[in-house]
């Protein structure tokens, strides 16, 4: 099961669509069911995607509902999808970095209530609110020192009431932070 670029800039795709062939494009990969029927979409794999192997459930040729990608490095995402875009609850695990993420996703973006693994020992983390792919809104998060920070996020920075915990300092700041910076009176 794979992809190949075929000669003049086109793509087929073996396995799970049947050897659909298509045309690459700004959003991704046109798949249609013969080079004659390039104009008609029977099926778009987004850029944000970059799915080389889909596998799960399909309406009119479109991933939908619950879903299986698995990227050319590797990585792969387990969960729902609409339109063929992450979106509803599922499971990222990057290949080239020890980075997962499972929670809630509005699409392709990490939205909602959901867990980021920074390593695969599991002692750097955040949990918590995100909106589009950043951190905002109240999260927890456990550095790889074992310093924890638990209270407000904007712009993927602590910011708003919050509390910070040093363990190696035996120290603890409990009060309002600025674009991560504690606010000092």
């Not at 509005?106 to 693994?117: D, L, N, P």
């Not at 209270?151 to 040093?166: K, S």
Request: charged share 20%.
């Amino acid at each position: 099961m794979g992809c190949v670029e075929t000669g003049g800039g086109g793509w087929e795709l073996e396995g799970v669509f049947n050897r659909f062939q298509g045309r690459r494009d700004r959003r991704g990969i046109r798949i249609s069911s013969s080079p004659q029927d390039e104009g008609s979409l029977h099926c778009l794999l987004s850029a944000t995607l970059m799915t080389i192997l889909p596998q799960g459930d399909f309406v009119k040729n479109i991933p939908m509902n619950h879903g299986v990608y698995t990227w050319p490095d590797g990585s792969t995402y387990e969960g729902e999808v609409v339109n063929g875009v992450r979106h509803g609850f599922g499971m990222f695990k990057c290949s080239t970095q020890p980075v997962s993420y499972i929670g809630h996703w509005c699409h392709g973006k990490r939205h909602g209530k959901g867990s980021i693994y920074y390593n695969q020992e599991g002692t750097s983390w955040y949990e918590g609110d995100w909106v589009h792919n950043i951190k905002k809104g109240w999260g927890i998060r456990c550095y790889k020192s074992g310093n924890i920070y638990e209270g407000q996020w904007e712009n993927n920075m602590r910011h708003g009431e919050g509390r910070m915990r040093w363990l190696t300092a035996n120290e603890e700041y409990t009060g309002q932070w600025e674009k991560g910076v504690q606010v000092l009176c």
